[in-house]
């Protein structure tokens, strides 16, 4: 009989590293009285096919396992062996030479690690609750609101996944759901016909599950377009019992079959990185499962919460302010370049330039560097808050409407126009020549510097008409690079040769220029009748045509947040259809309290936290774990992660 106190020294053999193939994971050890064990854990699906006969626990196991699945816990089954010494020293061999093979050392590996596991007495199963964070229903009903569709994958059992859903209110009671769960290629081909049939005929949303097996045959070459047509016109997807392998295949499959897709892989534990890195955008969040999946993420957030205001806010954001910066950086270089070209064919392509050179070389790092940063950093359409209340305002940026092939050509063509009104204003005022009052005329310089002025006004001002929205910042930036010219230019026609030995062709032209009333005349006139159609064009669409975010944003003028009050006070009301939209993407879902699946449970499947081929290796991790010695297991574990130099994060414990 042992005492309370004694400890058991087990000499670790060997460990049977987890893969996604194997979907288990075991350790050799020698006991104190020299039996060779071998301990396994891994899903029950797996676990149950390699138990030896007669195995006094298993239905009482199965129904513990159904009854921890329906309240939504995340299971894994714990078998052991007894290994024959001469066995095991057979058996060590073969390992040897398949871990040491230059050849399908990982295959070989997994049919030697088949060799031994097997016969296998089951012990029992672990369950561990995985409760949703806080505001995970909420925003998995917003997203959808916003159009968005939301797969989940994920290793759990079918019924955990299925009960989940219904927690997250990704699955509502009312939604026709269709099991995927056969083990044959043609089973899986004759239930995707019969679901496609289905589907069609049905009148309530659909939400499709597919076991981990399943799935395997659903993304064979032969299935995978069906497979696909079939996941994309349901509603919800939950695919479980997958491998991270298996999602990395699911999220390929969206990118390889429709390219206009933009997929957006999210998820907290080492089993998602093959995901994440997958995806287009790989979201990590950062928690009790460790850094692996922030470590491969492209933005980390803290709870899954967190990715509604990431989405539907900065990335709304983001996606317009880009595609403003992007056309406008054309727009005002376009409204400047090709003037030399218009004044070459004046000129009769005699290669004289219309601008000096030191003013063309400050025009985008000086003169119209600020209006870009501003756009870019500080416009936005619509308030964060409008943004959170109404998803449907994400669509702008879903469907592509400020950034695509009209709009592009649409601001190409107006900088050209632009840039022709602006050339043939200034050279039709300037044309003639001007006599001065110390009776000089007008030269090639003072033209150009007149149009250079003019450009600048046009190109500020032209950002401050595609601003949603104004603020100091925004004011000192446009106003600020019309003044900085104005100063500029007097203090350059001056310098030479006092201070440089440059600018020779700049003097005195600030003087003359602004003693000329035509250049006034033109700093008025030129500005209003080149900007005259945008003005007009921005009034007709804004009040004739409304969209959903010009009705948001008037009632963020007036201070209005309840739509209801907004219809009584507006006249005229705004377009049925956006008001129709706003009110129903304006109201919150209830949060669903956790269902239970109907039916019968089909599969079971299995939760399992493994980083595999990490930068530590899984021997080694498992070797630090009952290390006796006067250095502490978490501390030796902390030193081993730093000086582990390919990975900073926190290693996973070997255990469930």
Known sequence: MLCRYDVLNYELLEVLEFTSERKRMSVLVRTPEGRILLMCKGADSVICDRLAPHQPYLDRTIAQLDEFAGH???????????????????????????????????????????????????????????????????????????????????????????????????????????????????????MLYKFRGELHDASAPCGLIVDGRALHYALSVDLRKDFFDLATQCKAVICCRASPIQKADVVS????????????????????????????????????????????????????????????????????????????????????????????????????????????????????????????????????????????LYGVSQRGELFNYAVFWRW???????????????????????????????????????????????????AGLETSSWSVFTHVGIWGSIVSWFVFLPIYSKIWPHFLGFGEDFVGIADAMFSSWLFWFGLIFIPITTLLFDVLYKAVNNTGYTSVVDTVRRMESLGITDLDVFLDVVKPRPLLENVTLLGMMGRHAPTSATATPAGPPQQRGYAFSQDEGGAVSQARVVSLYGATDSVPNRERMQRLSVNSLQRVHPLQPPYH
């Open 72 to 190: 939504g816990f995340r299971t894994l089954c714990i078998a052991t062996t007894e290994i024959a010494p001469e066995f095991y020293t057979e058996w060590k061999k073969q390992f040897v030479i398949a871990a040491t093979s230059m050849d399908r050392r990982k295959e070989k590996i997994a049919e030697a690690c088949n060799v031994i596991e097997r016969n296998l007495q089951l012990i029992g199963a672990t369950a561990i609750e995985d409760r949703l964070q806080e505001g995970v229903p909420e925003c998995i009903a917003q997203l959808r609101k916003a159009d968005i569709k939301v797969w989940v994958l994920t290793g759990d059992k079918m019924e955990t996944a299925v009960n989940i859903g219904h927690s997250c209110n990704l699955l509502t009671k009312g939604m026709t759901l269709f099991t995927l769960n056969e083990t044959s290629l043609d089973r899986v081909r004759e």
């Open 253 to 392: 499959l969206v990118r390889v079959t429709n390219p206009r897709d933009i997929t957006l892989a999210i998820g907290d534990g080492a089993n998602d990185v093959a995901m994440i890195q997958t995806a287009h955008i790989g979201v990590g969040i950062s928690g009790k499962e460790g850094l692996q999946a922030v470590c491969a993420s492209d933005y980390a957030i803290g709870q899954f919460r967190f990715l509604q205001r990431l989405l539907l806010v900065h990335g709304a954001w983001s996606y317009e302010r880009i595609s403003k910066l992007i056309l406008y950086c054309y727009h005002k270089n376009i409204c400047l370049y090709v003037m030399q070209f218009y004044f070459a064919i004046t000129s009769g392509f005699s290669g004289v330039t219309m601008f000096e050179r030191w003013t063309i070389g400050l025009y985008n790092i000086c003169f119209t560097a600020a209006p870009p940063f501003i756009i870019g950093i500080f416009d936005r359409s619509c308030s964060a808050d409008s943004r959170m209340r109404y998803p449907i």
């Open 412 to 462: 190409i063509f107006s900088s050209l126009i632009h840039a022709a009104v602006i050339f043939s204003l200034t050279y039709g005022i300037f044309f003639q020549g001007v006599l001065w009052s110390d009776g000089q005329m007008s030269g090639g310089f003072l033209f150009g510097a007149a149009a250079f002025t003019y450009v600048i006004v046009v190109v500020c001002l032209k």
